[in-house]
């Protein structure tokens, strides 16, 4: 199946979200002086009034049945090219409908010493998790989430998380997947989740677009 990357439709948006990725591994790792940094920091201010001053919307619009199916979430703080907080990660759905994500976490992701903060952890193996249960047309909210943590994850490395859906029993879908580096497996995970049924679903959308509209 088709590489999904997570780009929103305006380019312009990932564009943005990468600048400001390197603007915070610079805030965590330059040696400049403070006054330096205080100066930065007005800068940025600057800019951010700039976006600010055009309109802010209170949320994301909310997705279509493809996108939602797909997994495809370009502001996504996990998988999305326009979050910049994300690392971010391409995701490869496979004709079994399984899925194969792919990133490279950084210094920010940091927990202990030189390595991803086991949140971080947790988070990449459950949007890949919910991913891999979207692929398969039975996506859902996460109910309990159990991570055993194998080896410490490292960032600056290629990661691949690999998910799949292993069964399914009414609404209550179980999935599982795996976080490998340098070809050692860092953390496994298993996952219930919860379909929710239409009329939930319709209440979540109605209410995102009133946010949205108000």
Request: charged share 25%; hydrophobic share 40%.
């Amino acid at each position: 199946m088709p590489v999904d990357h997570g780009e929103p439709a305006d380019a312009a948006s990932a564009r943005l979200a990468a600048a400001v990725r390197r603007l915070m591994n610079a805030s965590v790792l330059s040696m400049a002086s403070d006054a330096a940094r205080e100066a930065a920091s007005l800068d940025i201010i600057r800019l951010a009034e700039r976006l600010e001053d055009v309109g802010m919307r209170e949320s994301m619009p909310w997705p279509d049945a493809e996108s939602m199916r797909r997994g495809r979430r370009p502001f996504s703080p996990v998988i999305g090219s326009a979050n910049p907080i994300a690392p971010p990660m391409t995701v490869r759905v496979l004709d079994d409908r399984s899925v194969v994500g792919e990133c490279t976490m950084r210094p920010i992701h940091e927990g202990p010493p030189g390595v991803v903060h086991g949140g971080w952890v947790a988070s990449l193996l459950d949007q890949l998790l919910g991913h891999a249960n979207a692929a398969a047309g039975v996506g859902g909210f996460t109910a309990e989430l159990t991570v055993r943590y194998r080896k410490p994850t490292p960032y600056d490395v290629p990661l691949t998380i690999r998910a799949r859906t292993d069964s399914v029993d009414g609404r209550q879908v179980r999935a599982s997947g795996e976080i490998v580096a340098n070809d050692v497996v860092t953390a496994e995970a298993r996952g219930l989740f919860l379909m929710p049924s239409a009329e939930r679903l319709e209440a979540l959308r109605e209410n995102v677009e009133s946010r949205i509209g108000s």
